[in-house]
């Protein structure tokens, strides 16, 4: 017939079949809940076979990252099951002015105890003055100055933090420039500021983009700095899982100004910096509440750390001094402590700070990065927030 009902428990034997006939209709029941003893298989595939028909909470396997992700209802975000160590990774950089003058290592330390870096891999290209970002999972390294210091690249490329190796090809941004600084949350990347062009006649920029870091392909438009162009060469960000603070410039530039990273737009006025203002180097390191700046030039090197809270807006907040008034650090957080690596004093240095994020006070010796450099641009397995997705 055209319609039937069985209940209870159905067995079909090997070798069996059941039929169901011309225009009989299925219906879908609840269950309310469900324990699997052996092995559950969602369904699998890489980045192009994503399921295409989906409801929020659908989860999928990703061969290609290797990652059980679920979707949000806008984009399929990757379940974080991963153990945060406080790696930091920086990349990039420029040297003593050898040839050639800028350097494609790729280094990493553990923040937790102090010691020398080590070596991660390499960069795709040589480069300087990028700007980095993290989900946790991955490392974003975005544009930055290519090799000899006489272009600039829209190159972002990516590495695994856990596991050593050479960065790989993730998209490119929207214009090639240098100086940017890059802040993240547990999904996106934006890349702000920096300049096009060279010295002695670069070309300033407002813009930001972003990427989703669980996906390759090329940046989009986010928004603009609300400062002027002539004030976006040299800039500093932070951030908390929430939001992206971005401040200083050149001029010297004093203001903070932030971002809601979920939702794209022009960035709002936060408050200004205690010191004056005045050029940084990329990211800066932060905990979930609290950013902590440093390596500024005034134009005179300064040895000034200052802190702001992420949540609330305001000035920053005199923090302490590092070991070493220099410029050119490059930066990175390991939930809990702030690491600054390298610099010029004007020489070279490769000398690594630290503070602990939580409590104000003066920077301490935390070891040697491999080459006296500056221009690192540094990222860690703890930003974009802790324990998040």
């Not at 269950?31 to 999928?60: E, H, N």
């Not at 950013?291 to 702001?308: K, S, T």
């Not at 491999?370 to 927030?385: E, F, I, L, R």
Request: net charge negative; charged share 15%; with cysteine.
């Amino acid at each position: 017939g055209q319609s039937g009902s069985v209940s209870g428990e159905v067995v079909v034997s090997t070798g069996q079949t059941v039929s169901v006939s011309t225009g009989a209709t299925t219906g879908q029941g609840g269950v309310q809940s469900l324990k699997v003893y052996q092995t559950f298989m969602p369904p699998v595939g890489g980045i192009a076979d994503r399921p295409t028909d989906v409801k929020p909470g659908m989860v999928y396997y990703n061969k290609d990252f290797k990652t059980i992700e679920f979707w949000d209802g806008n984009f399929w975000k990757q379940v974080d099951n991963t153990t945060r160590s406080g790696r930091i990774i920086y990349a990039g950089g420029n040297n003593t002015g050898a040839d050639p003058y800028t350097i494609d290592d790729i280094v990493f330390l553990q923040a937790t105890t102090k010691g020398n870096a080590l070596d991660f891999g390499v960069l795709t290209q040589a480069t300087r003055n990028k700007g980095a970002g993290s989900n946790g999972t991955r490392g974003l390294f975005a544009a930055g100055a290519s090799p000899n210091n006489t272009t600039n690249t829209n190159r972002i490329e990516y590495i695994t933090i856990q596991s050593k190796g050479n960065s790989i090809d993730f998209g490119d941004t929207t214009l090639a420039r240098r100086n940017v600084a890059g802040t993240s949350s547990s999904t996106r990347m934006l890349i702000a500021a920096g300049y096009s062009g060279s010295s002695p006649t670069p070309s300033a920029t407002d813009i930001v983009d972003y990427v989703e870091m669980s996906t390759l392909g090329n940046a989009l438009d986010f928004g603009d700095l609300t400062v002027g162009n002539n004030n976006n060469q040299y800039v500093g960000g932070t951030m908390s899982p929430v939001r992206s603070v971005y401040f200083g410039g050149s001029s010297p530039f004093e203001f903070l100004s932030y971002f809601t990273i979920a939702s794209k737009g022009n960035s709002t006025h936060f408050g200004v910096l205690s010191s004056g203002g005045g050029t940084f180097q990329g990211t800066q390191p932060s905990s979930n509440t609290r950013g902590v700046l440093a390596g500024m030039v005034q134009p005179q090197r300064l040895d000034n750390i200052e802190f702001i809270t992420i949540a609330s807006e305001g000035n920053s907040t005199h923090f302490g001094e590092l070991t070493v008034a220099r410029n050119g650090t490059g930066s990175g957080g390991g939930g809990t402590r702030g690491l600054w690596a390298g610099g010029t004093t004007p020489s070279y240095v490769n000398i690594i700070d630290f503070v602990t994020i939580s409590t104000a006070g003066n920077a301490e010796d935390f070891g040697d990065i491999a080459t006296k450099s500056s221009g690192y641009a540094g990222c860690s397995d703890t930003d974009g927030g802790l324990g998040g997705f």
